[in-house]
């Protein structure tokens, strides 16, 4: 196999190599691999995609009915993160399987009970998963069994007694505004638990990264979303009063698939625009510099973008084809192959980009921020507490430095607004219970408000998987706390107060009342 088709091999054991990118293949050896003269056209011959799985089994051949899959409609539709998740998922049930002599076709429900035990329950399991990482197995093996029409179904996850009860969003967590501040101090920004920045911190991205929190924790976007944008798409037109943008997210870069609206407050913005006018722009001049654009296997020049509801990307690639699509469908991976003609020529319309000036993948995000939290971690704990790993530390430990992931953003954003939309609705317009029910009917209550913000099909999804764990809280009673002001450092301070007893009184919830003591 070529080094490019990355997996993990254990002698006797099934496994999953993925597809690359195009520009990740590597030097494919000139007598072929496995007798392919040209591995990388023939795997796009066959109608594989950059971030598909191809199942190898024990005996070292590829399974060319789980192949059959894997082209299929039904799992083609699936997200490229969906794609790995599920076959990561798969491969392990069908290794379970092979140690029972039974290919998985012939899979019977108590075949899958019995693995379902072993996950989930069994002593005997050192690393057994929770109910909702089951539930996401099941959703997995269901869609596997149904395309390949096994009957009956060993497992389906519309089935109640297939499903876990205890399932709960583990994903879910919340910095109060003030934390996200220190984290962003402290492991963007390089700063000392003091606040001062550190002699010899390395800035070379620090605005590039900041500027991507503050946009996600103003916006509620998704990391996807957000870092799929094109520099064109950047929200530059204001709400009535000047405090807010609102822009366009393309459907395809959606997990509905549905473009929406959303809104990014102008200091974020503006955040935004000062890296592409430094950071970016001198990682544009480098990489053109250097000649790394004209290497690039796969780039179109784009020449028109039409205006109106549903806008046109016109562009013309290295070999003079023409070609356009709706900007709405363009996904991702298309989306990094669109390059704008700037003053020094081509450079990429993609708005994030790594230091060689690279368009950045979305999953990148997901290291930047394990450097964020490893950084806290270095301010903020002992050496001591440094030296036991994060699943083993007391939650006393855990509380003393802040934790981030990029979804983090989302779920932060989601717990301020509803917040925000609570203490408007109960002090600022000092609505009566019936001028409550009648704002709801005209605009929704809060829950809905941040429903659409968030992009949600259903308002209980909303409830369910980000503001759960302060359901049982009566904010009303909760906001009395914070009084009427028209300054707005006098409202921050009372919001920081509200979030600051939510934190106290809620799981989940970090603020840095409890990370650095109230004093701070």
């Known amino acids: ?94 290794e379970f399987l092979s140690s029972r002599q039974v290919p998985w076709r012939k899979a019977t429900k108590q075949d899958l009970a019995d693995y379902r035990d072993w996950r989930c329950e069994a002593p005997a399991n050192p690393e057994r998963i929770s109910g909702t990482k089951w539930n996401r197995e099941a959703a997995a093996f269901t869609k596997l069994f149904t395309w390949g029409k096994v009957r009956p179904l060993p497992v389906d996850v519309s089935r109640r007694e297939d499903r876990a009860a205890d399932s709960v969003s583990g994903r879910v967590s919340w910095l109060t505004p003030r934390t996200w501040a220190l984290w962003s101090d402290i492991g963007l920004r390089g700063h000392s638990r003091a606040g001062v920045p550190v002699p010899g911190w390395d800035a070379r991205t620090e605005l590039r990264n900041t500027a991507f929190v503050q946009l996600l924790l103003s916006s509620g976007l998704r990391r996807q979303e957000s870092g799929s944008l094109l520099t064109f798409e950047l ?115 993609w708005l994030w980009l790594s230091e060689q000036g690279l368009p950045m993948a979305p999953d990148r995000w997901n290291g930047v921020f394990r450097a964020a939290n490893l950084r806290c971690e270095e301010v903020l704990l002992t050496p001591g507490e440094r030296h036991l790993g994060r699943c083993f530390r007391l939650a006393e430990v855990r509380g003393k430095s802040p934790y981030a992931t990029p979804h983090s953003a989302r779920h932060s954003y989601a717990l301020y607004m509803l917040v925000v939309l609570n203490e408007l609705m109960e002090n600022r317009y000092g609505l009566s219970q019936k001028d409550r029910r009648d704002f709801a009917l005209l605009f929704g209550d809060p829950w809905w408000l941040v429903k659409t913000l968030l992009g949600h099909a259903d308002v209980e999804t909303t409830k369910r998987h980000y503001l759960a764990p302060v359901a049982h809280l009566q904010l009303e009673s909760i906001l009395t706390a914070a009084e009427n002001s028209d300054e707005q450092d006098e409202e921050r301070g009372n919001l920081d107060d509200v979030f600051a007893r939510l934190a106290r009184e809620s799981a989940g919830i970090q603020d840095i009342g409890t990370l650095l003591g109230e004093a701070s």
């Open 235 to 349: 929200p530059t037109q204001r709400l009535r009063r000047g405090r807010y943008c609102h822009g366009a997210i393309a459907g395809a870069v959606t997990r509905a698939k549905r473009g929406r609206t959303f809104y990014a407050s102008v200091d974020a913005v503006g955040q935004v625009e000062a890296y592409i006018e430094s950071e970016r722009a001198w990682a544009v001049q480098r990489a053109q510099s250097e000649g790394r654009y004209e290497r690039l296997p796969v780039m179109r020049l784009v020449t028109k973008v039409t205006r109106g509801l549903k806008p046109v990307v016109e562009w013309v690639d290295q070999d003079g084809v023409v070609g356009s699509r709706e900007l709405g469908r363009l996904g991702w991976r298309e989306r990094q192959w669109l390059f704008m003609e700037g003053p020094e020529g081509p450079e990429p319309a």
């Open 1 to 94: 196999m070529s080094s490019s088709l990355k997996g993990r091999r254990v002698v006797g054991s099934w496994f999953v190599v993925w597809v690359p990118d195009p520009e990740r293949w590597g030097a494919v050896p000139p007598d072929g691999v496995l007798g392919v003269r040209d591995l990388p056209q023939a795997v796009t011959r066959i109608g594989l995609r950059p971030g598909d799985p191809v199942f190898v089994r024990p005996d070292g051949a590829v399974d060319t009915d789980l192949l059959d899959f894997v082209r299929s409609k039904d799992f083609r539709s699936l997200e490229r993160e969906t794609k790995r998740n599920y076959a990561t998922d798969i491969r392990l049930l069908l």
